[in-house]
DNA sequence: TACGCTTATGCAAACGTTTGCATAAAGTAT
DNA sequence: ATACTTTATGCAAACGTTTGCATAAGCGTA
């Protein structure tokens, strides 16, 4: 069917090993600049593509990655996979892409086939497969602001990012802050939420008013309306993420609720969206390409070393104010 | 290093032809029930993985499928890679995920390891490729606005959508149009710009007022500003995406315009960020699911029975109106 | 008992590479 | 001219599976 490296051999008239030094660069150098020319040329002609499957057999090694995503549904993490995919690419990898949420044991298929695994959140998904990857010996770098501590990882700061913003809520005059979160990530350990107890507490108020809705932005609009009805209106709004911090707005706005001069509302993530309201939200950003990037060479390197010790490093996110919080 | 079938074989005291029979499935039925027990127990007990390298080997297929995206930017690309790994998972298919709108000859990189490709978008990308991926006889489905009609393609009828798009602004009093758009896509043959000039035609007006910009928010917000100083306001915009349809949004709310009562908007996409304005944004809506199922089961497809005849689908988008165009 | 048929298993080749070791040729120093 | 080093190439085993073919055992029938 497809052309082989003996085929090839034949051509040129040497031998397979020949070929395979000069195409796989592994050992070109130890060939006549005359021989690799014609070998060269001859894969050319004939089209030759290297079958991966029998390369990968012999060196251990496959040239794939794969990424697990908790989720995939904002452009935050469109983003993500974009960056990742790319610095992968750029190191000779191909990114094979999992989507983890839904499917408990999803992650094992198709596992025999990666040199190393990027994993972005999914901390309680990842800690229940952490054990028997390690003892397989696969490499993982664990990245988010849930970013396991007992593999190699790139956390992003959010308790930091959380007490910054619950304080510039605090100095915009905001007495009676509430937390948007979806009800998953409510328990306490949740950096946003520990942010946001403390904060308050060492304020000397009560970390009290939660919301806990769904991750959409429907049911954070429909959550803020309800809640505001039943225990009166909050002055500030500290949400978990931006599609939430959307949500609120979008609640707020309908109820005729104004921003920021009634209730001040700060997000979580840094997407775009929240520049584009008629009223820019405040948020904390991630500072996605660093984390990315560093995850990218923390996997290389412990894939070209096994045992090396852990790397790990700790990014902060950057709180960009706009006219969310602002002017009251 | 892992463990083989033929540590497996060795362990239960059969071959490792046996073991494999087993372990792969594909000759299960021939192994007695008793043996077929004692297979799976022991592969459990030691942990087994298959090396896939090999299996991919013998078989000469790899249980990959490359995706291919143009962009990775948006929350509507995130749906797209979102339900295409979905649905190959569920045939058992791994993702490789690839974003070819910069990198020229990215893709052909690692072609050698996938049973077929999906693209999305891409067109001139996809064009060059397709002849000698054809030649080497590599499955290829391609899908969007743009799909290739030489290959196996589930296409999106956004000329047909734009036409609505533009009727209804039509019929919504609108009687100076500007199609804002992205400088790629301009030119004749894309099917929105074709709806928009024909629909104006035809209805005795004259399709003149385009404004070319970038893909960007931001650039669309600074375009829609600039034109309506130099041009004059239009009094409804059609725009490429819904992305440029935020951007415009944006401009225009930034100069105190009114949406609807001086302008109405109709972006394209369907994403869900249109919804959460403070006015709603009027949008076409792809069907997203349908194409992602359809391409997946054409490629199964293709890939089962190559010399099948070509499998082709057009879909229609959906016009959702909102308050952007309503109420005039 | 002998024969054929079914069922369960093993043997060994093949898939397309890479790579350690051997070897031949060429060059260099004595 | 000899011995030794360097350079260029080939040989063949190995990687871990799958699978066509052969074979052995078990069983029913004549």
Redesign the pocket.
């Known amino acids: 069917?497809?052309?082989?490296?003996?085929?090839?051999?034949k051509y040129v008239?040497?031998?397979?090993?020949?070929?395979?030094?000069v195409?796989?660069?592994?050992?070109a150098?130890?060939?006549?600049?005359?021989?690799?020319q014609r070998v060269w040329q001859a894969a050319q002609e004939l089209g030759?593509?290297?079958?991966l499957?029998?390369?990968s057999?012999?060196?251990?090694r496959t040239g794939i990655v794969a990424l697990w995503m908790h989720e995939l549904f904002t452009s935050f993490h469109a983003r993500v996979v974009q960056l990742v995919e790319d610095h992968l690419h750029q190191r000779g990898y191909d990114t094979l892409i999992r989507c983890v949420s839904r499917l408990p044991k999803a992650a094992w298929h198709g596992l025999?086939r990666v040199d190393g695994i990027l994993a972005h959140e999914g901390a309680t998904y990842l800690s229940d497969a952490w054990r028997p990857l390690q003892r397989r010996g696969v490499p993982l770098v664990s990245m988010g602001a849930y970013a396991l501590a007992e593999t190699d990882h790139v956390r992003i700061d959010l308790y930091r990012g959380a007490t910054q913003a619950v304080q510039h809520l605090l100095e915009a005059g905001c007495r009676r802050i509430a937390y948007l979160v979806n009800a998953e990530a409510r328990y306490v350990g949740e950096p946003r939420r520990d942010g946001y107890d403390r904060t308050l507490s060492a304020a000397g108020l009560t970390p009290e008013y939660i919301v806990a809705t769904d991750q959409s932005r429907a049911a954070s609009s429909l959550a803020v309306r309800c809640h505001m009805q039943e225990r009166g209106l909050p002055d500030g709004i500290f949400c978990h993420n931006d599609e939430m911090a959307i949500g609120a707005y979008h609640g707020l706005r309908l109820r005729g609720v104004r921003i920021p001069d009634d209730v001040a509302l700060v997000g979580c993530d840094g997407i775009e969206d929240t520049e584009y309201l008629d009223v820019p939200l405040t948020t904390i950003r991630q500072p996605l390409e660093e984390m990315c990037q560093l995850a990218v060479e923390f996997l290389k390197k412990r894939i070209a070393e096994p045992h090396a010790e852990r790397q790990s490093a700790l990014l902060q996110p950057v709180l960009v104010i706009r006219a969310s919080t602002q002017g009251r």
């Open positions: 069917m497809s052309v082989t490296i003996k085929q090839i051999a008239g040497v031998s397979p090993a020949t070929v395979s030094r195409l796989s660069g592994r050992g150098h130890l060939i006549s600049e005359a021989t690799r030759y593509q290297p079958n499957a029998a390369r057999l012999v060196t251990g025999g």
